[in-house]
C-alpha cells in the first residue's frame, strides 16, 4: 500500500481542526494465520533533529475496540505539514502488526498527532510507535477496556502536579506499575501561574503566567519534557477531565479568580486553554467544551467523568456566611444540562460499579456543622450536592464510589446528606451513607506542611501533608482502595515510595472500613514497553 504526498495532504485537510483519523486493522489471528500487509515507513530524505519525538507519546480513553493515540513531532525548521506515520502492534517488537498508517502533523494543531484508533480487541494490550523525517518515538503501552463478564479492574488515580513546587517522582513510580488498566488523572495537570508565584523549585516556561494560546502550548510542552511524565504516558492510557489550573485558579464558566481585566477576555483566555488542553492531551474529543463522558468495562464498572469546573459551575461564593446564596436551590456545580446526562447515566447504568470521577471535595469539610471551609467545593454548592444524592438514590444504586482530586492531600470519606446528624448518619456503622469518596494527594502541588487531625463521623481518614496517588482494585464483591506516598518532591532523588493506607467498601454497604495492606499487583502483568527507540539509520 502507497499513499502520495498530495493524497496524505489532501486526507490532513480533511481531517480538519481535531486531527483524529481512524484506523481499522484487518491482521489479527492465530500465528499460523496471521498476514502482515500493511504498509511500512520509508524515508529517504535528511534526517529531522534527533530530538523531533521530544514530548514523548501518549493515550487515552480506552474503550473496547478503540483508544486514542499522541506524540508531537518538534522540527525548529518545520513552516507547513510534517508526515507521520504510526504503527501499532500485540507484542513490544512489532512482530505482530494490527495497524499501520500514515499521518500529518499541522502547525494548527502545534504539531500534535491525534489518532482514533478503532477496530481492536477488548481487553487487549497494544504497542506503538510513531516515525517522521528518519526519526522514531519511543514504543508506547496501551490497553483496550474488557467487554462483557470482567473479574478484576486495576488502575490508578491522581492530580496536582505543579511543577514549580517539585519533580514528578509519582508519576515515575506509577509507570512501573505493568498491571494496572489505566490512569485516571482529576486536573490540575498544569498550572497557570508565573515562574516564583506559586513555588519556586522549577521554573516555568513562559516565565510570566499563561494567557493566550501560545502561552499554554509551552507551558505543556515544557510538561511533556518532564521524563518522569513522559514514563506514565508511555506506559498506560490515560483518563483525564481539567480542573481550574488548566486556565486559571478557581475558574468558573464566566470568569476566575485569577483573571484580571488586564489580562483581556475570559472567554478568549478560556477557549485558548481548551484548544491547548485538546491538542496535548490524548482525549477523545466530542461538542467544542465538553469534557463529561462515560467510559465503560465490561459489566464490572461505568467511569463516569464530570466536568465540575468550566461547563456549568454558576460563580463560587465568597462568604460562609452568605447562607441565601450558597444555599439558593438553583445553585449549580455542573450545569442543568450536564447534571440531567449524570441523572440519566445512573438510572441506565447495568454494571456491578459506578465510579464517578470529579475534581473538588464532595463530602463536607466542615469543623463547625454548617460552616464549611471551602467554598470552591461541593460545600458551596450544597443543593447540587443533595440533586447528586438523590440521582444515585432514584436510580437505586448502592455502589457509587466518588473520585476527587483538588486538595492535594489523602481522604477517606463517606459521603451522608447530613453526616453531623446521628439521626441521618451512624459513624460506626456508616448507615445513612449514599456513597463514598476516595480523595488522591497531589503528584507534586503542596498540602499543609504538617499533618492534622480532623475528627468529624464522615471522615475516616485524612492526610493533609504527603504527595503520591491512590490505586483502586475492583472486584464485583469490593473496591479497595490503596494509598501510596512520595519522598521528597523538591529532592531529584526523592523517588522511593510507601504504603500509606487502605480501605476498601463491599459491595451494597455504602460505607469505607480499614483495609490491613494492600492488594497484591498482577501476577501476569504485560509487558512494559522499552523506555528507549532503536536508532534509526538513514534510508
Known amino acids: 500500500m502507497t499513499i502520495s504526498r498530495r493524497d496524505l495532504l489532501r486526507r490532513a485537510g480533511a481531517f480538519g481542526v481535531a486531527s483524529v483519523v481512524t484506523v481499522v486493522s484487518g491482521c489479527v489471528g492465530n500465528d499460523d494465520d496471521f498476514v502482515d500487509d500493511l504498509p511500512r515507513y520509508e524515508y529517504d530524505g535528511e534526517p529531522g533533529p534527533e530530538d523531533l519525538f521530544q514530548h514523548g507519546v501518549a493515550s487515552g480513553d480506552p474503550l473496547t475496540d478503540s483508544v486514542i493515540l499522541w506524540t508531537r513531532v518538534t522540527d525548529p525548521a518545520a513552516s507547513g505539514p510534517i508526515e507521520v506515520f504510526v504503527e501499532v502492534a500485540t507484542d513490544p517488537s512489532f512482530e505482530r502488526r494490527v495497524a499501520a498508517t500514515p499521518l500529518v502533523a499541522t502547525p494548527d494543531r502545534d504539531y500534535t498527532v491525534k489518532i482514533d484508533l478503532e477496530g481492536l480487541a477488548p481487553a487487549t494490550t497494544y504497542y506503538y510507535r510513531f516515525f517522521a523525517l528518519g526519526r522514531e518515538s519511543v514504543t508506547g503501552r496501551t490497553r483496550t477496556a474488557a467487554e462483557g463478564p470482567l473479574d478484576r479492574l486495576r488502575f490508578v488515580f491522581c492530580s496536582c502536579s505543579s511543577l514549580a513546587h517539585g519533580y514528578f517522582h509519582a508519576y515515575r513510580r506509577i509507570s512501573e506499575r505493568a498491571d494496572l488498566d489505566f490512569v ?148 449549580t456545580l455542573l450545569g442543568s444540562e ?72 489523602s481522604w477517606a470519606i463517606d459521603l451522608s446528606y447530613d453526616p453531623f446528624d446521628p439521626e441521618e448518619y451512624d459513624r460506626d456503622t456508616g448507615a445513612g451513607a449514599v456513597a463514598v469518596e476516595l480523595v488522591t494527594p497531589a503528584i507534586s502541588s503542596p498540602g499543609l506542611p504538617t499533618n492534622i487531625s480532623i475528627d468529624v463521623p464522615h471522615i475516616k481518614w485524612v492526610d493533609t501533608r504527603e504527595r503520591g496517588y491512590v490505586v483502586v482494585d475492583v472486584t464485583h464483591e469490593r473496591v479497595q482502595a490503596d494509598w501510596f506516598h512520595v519522598e521528597d518532591v523538591t529532592s531529584t532523588s526523592g523517588s522511593a515510595e510507601r504504603f500509606a493506607n487502605a480501605f476498601t467498601v463491599a459491595s451494597g454497604a455504602r460505607h469505607l472500613v480499614p483495609a490491613a495492606s494492600p492488594v497484591p499487583p498482577r501476577p501476569d502483568a504485560p509487558e512494559l514497553a522499552p523506555p528507549a527507540p532503536r536508532d534509526l539509520a538513514p534510508a
Open 184 to 331: 485516571v488523572h482529576l486536573g490540575d495537570y498544569i498550572y497557570e501561574y508565573a515562574s516564583g508565584q506559586y513555588g519556586a523549585v522549577r521554573t516555568y516556561e513562559p516565565e510570566h503566567e499563561i494567557v493566550t494560546l501560545e502561552d499554554y502550548r509551552m507551558r505543556y510542552s515544557q510538561y511533556r519534557r518532564d521524563p518522569d511524565l513522559q514514563a506514565v504516558h508511555q506506559q498506560h492510557p490515560f483518563i483525564t477531565v481539567w480542573d481550574d489550573h488548566e486556565s486559571a485558579n478557581d475558574s468558573w464558566r464566566e470568569g476566575a479568580e485569577n483573571h484580571g481585566s488586564d489580562q483581556g477576555d475570559w472567554e478568549t483566555r478560556k477557549q485558548a486553554s481548551i484548544q491547548a488542553y485538546m491538542e496535548w492531551l490524548p482525549i477523545r474529543e466530542g461538542a467544542q467544551g465538553v469534557i463529561y463522558r462515560t467510559l465503560p468495562f465490561g459489566d464490572l464498572v461505568d467511569l463516569v467523568m464530570l466536568d465540575t469546573r468550566l461547563v456549568g459551575r454558576d460563580e463560587p461564593a465568597t462568604n460562609v456566611n452568605d447562607s441565601e446564596s450558597i444555599d439558593d436551590p438553583a445553585r
Open 338 to 409: 450536564q447534571e440531567a446526562w449524570l441523572s440519566d447515566r445512573l438510572r441506565t447504568s447495568t454494571t456491578r460499579w459506578q465510579i464517578v470521577g470529579q475534581q473538588v471535595m464532595m463530602g463536607q469539610l466542615q469543623l463547625v456543622p454548617g460552616t464549611p471551609l471551602n467554598l470552591d467545593q461541593w460545600d458551596g454548592y450544597p443543593a447540587a450536592r443533595e440533586r447528586f444524592f438523590q440521582a444515585i438514590e432514584a436510580a437505586g444504586l448502592d455502589n457509587v464510589v466518588v473520585l476527587t482530586g483538588d486538595i492535594h492531600s
